[in-house]
């Protein structure tokens, strides 16, 4: 464990022995991270506004922070993480609110169809989907179609980076930026610090495995830039991107090598938080860390779409 910030390590050694999720049913991995999430939780930003809203039979959450204007607001497609299998909205509440108070901006959360109950391009359809929804709606949403931007960690940083190639191919409206936290960028799953932090640092190889095998229904599907961006042929003309590390994730390489093919390609602020955790921005109750790196994506959000 060396090298962990005391935040990271105390977080380690407090965690409760449980089952391993690949070791259970869908259902009992869903249930676990629901009670573990609302554990981590710190005291939530105030909001102006916080309602549910439906799109064609999606549901999403909408935070609109305190200094957010009541039109024409800066917006923010916000994609939760967990593997594609399992969280919702609720479980990253916190991140929303922070940014949607920090940002002076509205953030909107799809509830995305999860795996395995819907594979592969479920989630980012709904993605999709809900863009194009805040695009056409943007009168009502009280937001600006033309500061449009999406953001996720882990699996949603994910598919907030597809929906960004998607947005520079014309397929979805134009983004001003993206937000990635520790995302998933190469389904292959072959970078060396799967090897380095395989386990005994919060998420592992084999869970990240079973994560891949129940959102693909082929392994082949890992090789198509929609599952893994990293093999996108080009970055060129991408939205901005603010993209945060965490040093001992399994993630990293994967996250690193796709921040530096931004910043080579397009235009990108990289951030890494050497001592944590993979899924250290959802842990404010217990890591402030959380706190410094939603601040700098708040603080690149502010100056990326004014690029």
């Known amino acids: ?18 089952r391993p999720f690949e070791d259970g049913t869908v259902a009992e991995a869903r249930a676990a991270y629901a009670a573990s999430w609302q554990a981590a939780l710190g005291p939530l930003a105030p909001v102006a506004e916080s309602r549910t809203l ?31 299998v399992i969280g919702s909205p609720e479980s ?27 594979h592969f391009p479920s989630a980012l359809e709904d993605g999709a989907a809900a863009l194009r929804w805040m695009a056409d709606q943007a009168g009502r949403l009280g937001i600006d179609p033309a500061r449009l931007a999406v953001g996720g960690d882990s ?8 929906l960004a190639l998607m947005a520079r191919d014309g397929a979805l409206p134009p983004l001003a930026a993206q937000l990635l936290f520790y995302p998933n960028t190469d389904a292959g799953q072959t970078h060396a610090s799967y090897r380095r932090f395989a386990s005994g640092h919060g998420l592992t190889a084999r869970t990240m495995r079973w994560f891949r095998d129940l959102y693909l229904t082929d392994p082949s599907q890992a090789d198509d830039w929609r599952v893994s961006p990293l093999r996108a042929p080009s970055l060129q003309g991408v939205a901005p991107a603010f993209v945060a590390l965490a040093g001992h994730d399994i993630l990293h390489d ?7 093919r931004l910043r080579g390609e397009s235009r990108a602020e990289v951030q890494t938080w050497p001592g944590q955790l993979h899924g250290f921005v959802s842990q404010g109750a217990r890591i402030p860390e959380a706190a410094e790196a939603l601040a700098a994506a708040a603080a690149a959000w502010l100056t990326l779409d004014q690029a």
Do not use: F, K, Q
């Open 54 to 84: 439906w799109h064609d039979g999606l549901r999403l959450r909408l935070w609109r922070g305190v200094t957010a204007p009541a039109t024409g607001a800066r917006a923010l497609l916000y994609l939760h993480g967990g593997g594609w």
């Open 254 to 260: 994967e996250g690193a090598a796709y921040a530096s």
């Open 1 to 18: 464990m060396t090298g962990l910030d005391p935040s990271a390590r105390d977080l380690l050694a407090s965690a409760a022995p449980g």
């Open 92 to 118: 990253h509440e916190d991140i929303c609110r922070t940014l949607a108070h920090s940002a002076g901006a509205v953030v909107i959360s799809p509830d995305y169809r999860l795996a395995p109950e819907h």
């Open 155 to 162: 699996a949603g940083g994910n598919l907030a980076a597809v």
